[in-house]
């Protein structure tokens, strides 16, 4: 999962610590 953080850089990591979901995978990757 560190991979894809990285690809979306520091914006998608303060959304995870947010939502800490499985749902911010997908929505990360549309």
């Known amino acids: 999962m560190v ?3 990285e ?3 520091p914006i998608g ?3 995870f610590e ?3 979901l499985p ?3 997908p929505v ?3």
């Open 18 to 20: 947010i939502q800490a």
């Open 23 to 25: 749902v911010a995978e």
């Open 13 to 15: 990591q303060e959304i």
């Open 28 to 30: 990360f990757k549309d």
């Open 3 to 5: 991979s894809d953080k």
């Open 7 to 9: 690809e979306l850089v």
